[in-house]
């Protein structure tokens, strides 16, 4: 094809886009493309903007689809907790369109563009929906909001997507609806023994664990519903859940299929027969389920050095009433930050962290020390940046801001994503001594005890010590037990002489 054909072209097909939709110009076509025209030149033949990938003649008007946004590094999936935002509402770049609950807490979701929120894909409570999956329509105008009223787009809001409002399962469901569920073959003991008691088939049990897996609570709501395929076992195991008398279990009439109750309306997961036997079951958190996920991970893959070692706490406490009398109020959990990373400091080749990709050591090139917060929805490591360069009074105030606003899911990405060490102190909870799981791609975690009263001889008489257990968890690929005994070495003798936690 000459040049002066392939420009013609161009410009037929632009004249015939704008009269459709005058706001899009076509883009300059390549050789590939225009392949089909050597042959014919029909509109049809030209497949790009045939297949509609473009929707010049959609019926709707011009818009965009909001996708699940990344809010984290590490962020496969999210769950929409709230919309901020209403359906015909104007949005400019900036607002709050929804709170979204990551792999690393719960984040606002802020608008990038201008205009009108036409259609919302996903209900709040919506889960697991994947990263780029359509949750929203937005338009230029409010008059083309309407059009999209009975809008549901193609796959919005991800194939796993499953809203709160639709989370309940009945216990009696249809055997026609089970028929396409693949039930999970893996069962735990509770539910194999009133399996094999009952007498009833796998295939007929309801699943509602995970993965489609059975648990007792299914076993016992298909005994109760009348699942049994055996008369003898069904009156003697539900009688066994039920804290019933043996001799009570034997007289209960067997029951037949003419007699079966009817299936019960009640979820799956809650047996309520008796008080004492009922359960609930508490959804998992989008967070709980990564850190569950990464936890594994980590004990599979990394290989755990551990490390243990005491240290005196007396002259921490002498330090702290100096300091309160001052005005100035720190805690232990204070002064084991300031000691670690003064020790990291003092012992570069411990604030490394381990590229799996590269498969090498990698330096950190600041002491950033995550400290683990409870949260209800699950654990995260805010972190204190620079922590060697700041002051004591400064990282005491700066826990207490961070950790805060942690418990109230209000952290910044970047206040709780890196880190090159990480700390859990379980002391306030009565704990003496535990093994941390490292928390990748960091490559050491310490795990701090609570004081105790310990016998010491000192100058030949035994005297009263407070003392403080802490266990390192370190990477070994990038920690050998000369650099970890080290770094427990530094620590000690910062915690055993506290006015060097009183530097800048």
């Known amino acids: 094809m000459t040049a002066a054909t392939r420009n013609s072209l161009i410009r037929t097909a632009n004249a015939a886009v704008k009269q459709s939709t005058p706001a899009i110009l076509l883009r300059t076509p390549s050789s590939a493309v225009l392949a089909p025209f050597q042959s014919s030149l029909s509109w049809s033949s030209f497949s790009p903007w045939a297949s509609g990938r473009f929707r010049f003649f959609s019926s709707l008007p011009p818009h965009s689809e909001l996708a699940m946004p990344a809010l984290s590094p590490t962020m496969s999936q999210g769950n929409i907790i709230e919309w901020k935002v209403t359906e015909g509402q104007e949005v400019a770049p900036g607002d709050v369109l929804a709170e979204v609950e990551t792999d690393k807490a719960t984040l606002s979701w802020e608008n990038q563009d201008e205009g009108f929120i036409a259609k919302l894909l996903v209900a709040p409570g919506t889960q697991a929906i994947e990263v780029g999956a359509p949750v929203a329509i937005l338009v230029e105008d409010a008059d083309s909001v309407p059009a999209f009223k009975d809008y549901e787009g193609a796959g919005a809001g991800g194939g796993s997507a499953q809203s709160a409002a639709s989370a309940e399962t009945s216990a009696g469901t249809k055997p026609a609806e089970q028929s396409n569920v693949h039930i999970d073959s893996r069962i735990g003991p509770a539910a194999r023994h009133h399996l094999q008691d009952s007498g009833i088939s796998l295939s007929s049990v309801h699943p509602t664990g995970p993965h489609h897996m059975v648990t007792k609570g299914d076993v016992l709501a298909a005994i109760a519903a009348g699942g049994s395929s055996s008369n003898k076992?069904?009156?003697?195991?539900?009688?066994?859940?039920?804290?019933?008398?043996?001799?009570?279990?034997?007289?209960?009439?067997?029951?037949?299929?003419?007699?079966?109750?009817?299936?019960?309306?009640?979820?799956?997961?809650?047996?309520?027969?008796?008080?004492?036997?009922?359960?609930?079951?508490?959804?998992?958190?989008?967070?709980?389920?990564?850190?569950?996920?990464?936890?594994?991970?980590?004990?599979?893959?990394?290989?755990?050095?551990?490390?243990?070692?005491?240290?005196?706490?007396?002259?921490?406490?002498?330090?702290?009433?100096?300091?309160?009398?001052?005005?100035?109020?720190?805690?232990?959990?204070?002064?084991?930050?300031?000691?670690?990373?003064?020790?990291?400091?003092?012992?570069?080749?411990?604030?490394?962290?381990?590229?799996?990709?590269?498969?090498?050591?990698?330096?950190?090139?600041?002491?950033?020390?995550?400290?683990?917060?409870?949260?209800?929805?699950?654990?995260?490591?805010?972190?204190?940046k620079n922590a060697d360069g700041k002051t004591l009074s400064t990282i005491a105030s700066e826990v207490r801001d961070l950790a805060g606003r942690a418990r109230e899911n209000k952290l910044k990405p970047e206040e709780f994503q890196g880190g090159s060490f990480s700390i859990s102190n379980l002391g306030m909870f009565g704990v003496d001594q535990f093994y941390a799981i490292?928390?990748?791609?960091?490559?050491?975690?310490?795990?701090?005890?609570?004081?105790?009263?310990?016998?010491?001889?000192?100058?030949?008489?035994?005297?009263?010590?407070?003392?403080?257990?802490?266990?390192?968890?370190?990477?070994?690929?990038?920690?050998?037990?000369?650099?970890?005994?080290?770094?427990?070495?530094?620590?000690?003798?910062?915690?055993?002489?506290?006015?060097?936690?009183?530097?800048?």
């Open 233 to 384: 076992p069904v009156a003697a195991a539900v009688a066994k859940e039920q804290k019933q008398p043996p001799a009570a279990a034997k007289e209960a009439p067997a029951p037949t299929p003419q007699a079966a109750p009817a299936p019960s309306t009640a979820p799956a997961h809650i047996f309520a027969n008796d008080a004492d036997a009922g359960y609930t079951d508490i959804p998992t958190t989008q967070i709980r389920r990564i850190i569950a996920q990464r936890l594994l991970e980590s004990k599979s893959t990394i290989p755990h050095l551990y490390l243990s070692a005491d240290v005196e706490l007396d002259g921490i406490a002498t330090m702290r009433e100096a300091l309160k009398s001052q005005g100035v109020k720190v805690s232990v959990n204070d002064c084991v930050i300031k000691a670690v990373a003064l020790a990291l400091a003092d012992v570069p080749a411990a604030n490394a962290k381990w590229d799996s990709v590269e498969e090498k050591l990698v330096p950190s090139p600041s002491v950033d020390i995550s400290i683990a917060v409870a949260t209800e929805g699950g654990l995260i490591t805010p972190i204190v």
């Open 438 to 504: 490292i928390n990748p791609p960091q490559a050491c975690i310490m795990a701090v005890g609570g004081a105790r009263k310990v016998a010491k001889m000192e100058k030949g008489a035994p005297s009263a010590k407070t003392m403080m257990t802490v266990t390192l968890s370190a990477d070994n690929r990038v920690y050998d037990g000369e650099v970890a005994s080290k770094l427990l070495e530094a620590f000690a003798k910062n915690m055993a002489n506290p006015y060097r936690l009183l530097s800048a």
